[in-house]
């Protein structure tokens, strides 16, 4: 039976989730990367997180690394880069791609006031050429040191807190909350069905 106490903080973070700043990962294989990410969008407050899943393996869900996170995120699950831009273009949600290519923009000139997806690759090969062509745009985190990359989880909480910041300081995170009727739906899920009580 959910308490009074636990019952107030489930509405307070259902207040606070944004519905169309989507995570989208494509073809994730490290564990601890993947519930890293789970992790950071439970924290910053992020509650849809789309996975790209050509390989066609089970999402490597370790509740040790991800402390239950899962089970306050929407996770949906495409078996194709096709099956999931259709879903994102349904949503009227921009496609912007983490990618080093030369005319990619830079996270602090990108505008997150507006429904996104934001799309991360595979640890080695990065993103695919099929979802680089489906995209509005490629973005980059800017670095200064000799290593070309960050590691993926870490590269999320980054751009997450970007795309957050700006929402804030642009008035633009109350349009990006969920509905009643969605608050509502999530709120029954987690105490009903889910039984995290």
Not at 117 to 133: P, R, T, Y
Not at 143 to 158: D, L
Request: glycine letters at 4%; proline letters at 3%.
């Amino acid at each position: 039976m959910a308490t009074e106490e636990r019952i107030k903080r489930i509405n307070d973070v259902l207040n606070n989730r944004q519905k169309d700043l989507v995570v989208v990962l494509e073809n994730i294989r490290n564990t601890h990367n993947a519930n890293a990410i789970i992790r950071t969008m439970d924290l910053i407050g992020i509650q849809n997180l789309y996975i790209i899943n050509t390989l066609q393996e089970p999402f490597p869900i370790n509740t040790a690394i991800s402390t239950g996170a899962e089970k306050w995120i929407t996770i949906k699950q495409f078996f194709s880069v096709k099956e999931c831009v259709k879903e994102l273009k349904k949503n009227n949600l921009k496609i912007f791609s983490t990618h080093l290519k030369a005319e990619a923009t830079p996270i602090d000139k990108v505008n997150f006031s507006q429904p996104v997806a934001i799309v991360f690759g595979n640890e080695k090969e990065g993103i695919s050429d099929q979802m680089l062509k489906e995209s509005d745009e490629n973005i980059f985190i800017p670095m200064r040191g000799m290593v070309k990359s960050f590691n993926i989880s870490v590269s999320v909480g980054i751009i997450l807190y970007e795309a957050i910041s700006q929402r804030i300081s642009s008035g633009y995170l109350d349009k990006g909350k969920l509905s009643e009727s969605e608050k509502q739906e999530l709120f029954n899920n987690w105490i009903f069905n889910r039984r995290n009580f």
